[in-house]
């Protein structure tokens, strides 16, 4: 599974993508920007993408391509781009060490692009020094926050970012991506179609959740149907049935039942 290296690459969200291109190549982009919504949907894959356009410009260069490297390949922060995980670090003393990244001497007059991941991570304390910090931010700094928990984010920190949700995609977005990934690889599905279909329904169409089954087979593996539902814990209808009939049934033959069965979201849709 290949990240994306251009806006070009992200599958679905086309609203968000053009909003986030269209204000980037204006120079009209917000300076502090709150991505929201389910994991694995792409909020880091759309803030790399952000950090690097507005840093580098067009993709065809050649330090965009090395930055790409080490922002999104290696997860890591260089010169322009700083990133910060903040479930693990905020704390107090990471939010002040933001704070100097915002305020540090700038290169070749680039932009600084600070990247908070999992920012319902940040305490009380760090909360306190973000909205001191954003109330006026500084032409060339750019702040980018992903969080699955937007709430847990103080209102008025809120209130002075631009919020962007992302939703899960169509289920058509979702079924076109997988069969490009199954093409790349070059996978032999067994059922191909049916099995496509059956992934992203059990994905809830979360790209991330998806592409991790596919990944879990090797390049031009081919791939029996049973393998994919023993993965994801696929339960046919007519597996549901027995259980069905219990409900009306014999209480005891239905408890039997059910201690046999693994529940998955798959059997609530049934």
């Known amino acids: 599974m290949n990240r994306p290296y251009t806006f070009k690459d992200i599958k679905g969200h086309t609203g968000i993508v ?18 929201d919504g389910p994991e694995g949907l792409g909020k880091t894959s759309m803030a790399d993408l952000i950090a690097l356009h507005l840093v580098y410009g067009s993709p065809d260069r050649e330090d965009y391509k090395k930055a790409y490297e080490q922002i999104v390949c290696k997860n890591a922060s260089n010169d322009y781009i700083k990133r910060y995980a903040c479930s693990v670090e905020g704390g107090k003393q990471a939010a002040l060490q933001i704070k100097d990244d915002m305020h540090a001497t700038f290169l070749q007059d680039r ?20 909205l001191a910090e954003t109330e006026f931010i500084d032409k060339n700094v750019y702040i980018i926050m992903l969080t699955t928990e937007v709430t847990k984010l103080r209102l008025s920190l ?18 076109t991506l ?11 599905l067994q059922h191909e179609n049916a099995t496509i279909e059956m992934i992203a329904d059990w994905s809830q169409c979360k790209p991330r959740t998806a592409l991790n089954i596919l990944n879990a087979f090797a390049p031009n593996s081919a791939v029996p149907l049973s393998q994919i539902r023993t993965l994801i814990g696929y339960i046919d209808t007519k597996d549901a049935v027995p259980l069905l009939k219990s409900l009306s049934g014999s209480l005891t033959f239905g408890l039997a039942y059910i201690e046999e069965v693994p529940l998955t979201n798959q059997l609530v849709s049934i």
Do not use: W
């Open 18 to 35: 053009s909003y986030l291109q269209n204000n980037i190549n204006e120079g009209t982009l917000p300076h502090f920007i709150i991505f």
């Open 158 to 175: 809120r209130s002075r970012a631009v919020p962007i949700t992302l939703q899960p995609l169509k289920r058509s977005e979702m079924v």
């Open 178 to 188: 997988l069969r490009e990934e199954v093409k790349l690889k070059n996978l032999k």
């Open 111 to 130: 932009p600084k692009v600070i990247i908070c991941d999992e920012c319902h991570g940040l305490t009380e304390q760090a909360q306190d020094v973000f």
